[in-house]
């Protein structure tokens, strides 16, 4: 299909978000496709799931290699690539001011909260400690303040008695899977 935009996918580990991005693309009436899928982990599980569908990956460790030059290795890789919009999907690691830049309104993020609430980590057992009775995941774009841009699309889940961050995790990662692609797919469209 003509004119859909090419999304690469940034992944640190399982890539469920990634898997539901790239099973979602498959549809045809889809607007994105995935082109690619990146990691700052050689041995993310994601990856063997990308080769097996035949997806091209490109794995880089920043490790040894210093930000910048791991960087301007995966924008040129996603350049080379011909992607348009970046989604970033459980990537674990700070993107530079640079890159942002360089990327301006064309990176996305799924976050597990509803931001503005719980930016950065260990978000299931802040909400949990705080005893909020909703939770829920948030995409949004993403600017030079970390979990700051604005928000395109949210989930709510219930926090129920009883739930711990795994408990909490596992209801708002199903409800992550069904927000991204479809807030991706709004996004491109916009
Ligand atoms: C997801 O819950 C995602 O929201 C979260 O990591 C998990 C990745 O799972 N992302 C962040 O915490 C980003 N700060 P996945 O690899 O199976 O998609």
Redesign the pocket.
């Known amino acids: 299909m003509a004119d859909r935009t090419r999304v690469g996918v940034l992944?640190?580990?399982?890539?469920?978000?990634?898997m539901a991005l790239a099973t979602a693309a498959l549809e045809p009436d889809c607007p994105y496709e995935v082109v690619m899928v990146a990691s700052d982990k050689p041995d993310a599980a994601?990856l063997d799931w990308a080769r097996s569908h035949d997806l091209p990956t490109f794995a880089l460790s920043p490790r040894g290699l210093g930000k910048p030059a791991y960087e301007a290795a995966i924008d040129s890789a996603l350049r080379d690539a011909g992607v348009e919009v970046v989604a970033?999907?459980?990537?674990?690691r700070l993107l530079s001011d640079t890159f942002v830049a360089a990327w301006r309104d064309r990176i996305v993020?799924?976050?597990?909260s509803l931001l503005p609430k719980y930016k950065?980590?260990d978000?299931h057992a802040r909400a949990i400690a705080a005893k909020d009775t909703v939770g829920g995941?948030s995409v949004h774009l993403v600017t030079e303040e970390l979990?700051g841009g604005a928000v395109l699309g949210q989930a709510e889940v219930p926090i129920r008695p009883g739930d711990d961050a795994d408990s909490l995790?596992n209801r708002?990662?199903a409800a992550?899977l069904a927000l991204y692609p479809k807030t991706l797919a709004a996004f491109v469209t916009r």
């Not at 992944?11 to 990634?18: F, L, Y």
């Open positions: 992944i640190s580990g399982r890539g469920s978000n990634m994601g970033l999907a459980g990537y674990m993020n799924i976050h597990p950065g980590l978000t995941c979990d995790a708002v990662l992550e």
